[in-house]
């Protein structure tokens, strides 16, 4: 099972490349314990993602907060 998310990055042309990269982890303390369990990921609204957690049973929001692109 994962524990993570991750990104797959893609080509200008809109196709996924061979790389992924992580994006949301932690959810792993040690070897033996994991506090969360990412199972799902849409997108609000607003642009925010939100990842169901099963683990926690928690709905976690993820913005963006950076400067816009000019």
Do not use: C, K
């Not at 993570?4 to 893609?10: D, G, V």
């Not at 959810?27 to 099963?54: E, I, K, M």
């Amino acid at each position: 099972m994962g524990y993570e998310l991750i990104r797959a990055p893609l080509h200008q042309t809109g196709h996924a490349t061979d790389a992924y990269e992580d994006f949301m982890t932690g959810f792993v303390v040690d070897n033996r314990y994991a506090w969360g369990l990412p199972v799902g990921v849409t997108v609000a609204a607003d642009g925010s993602l939100l990842v169901s957690d099963d683990g926690s049973m928690s709905i976690w929001r993820i913005s963006y907060t950076g400067n816009e692109p000019s």
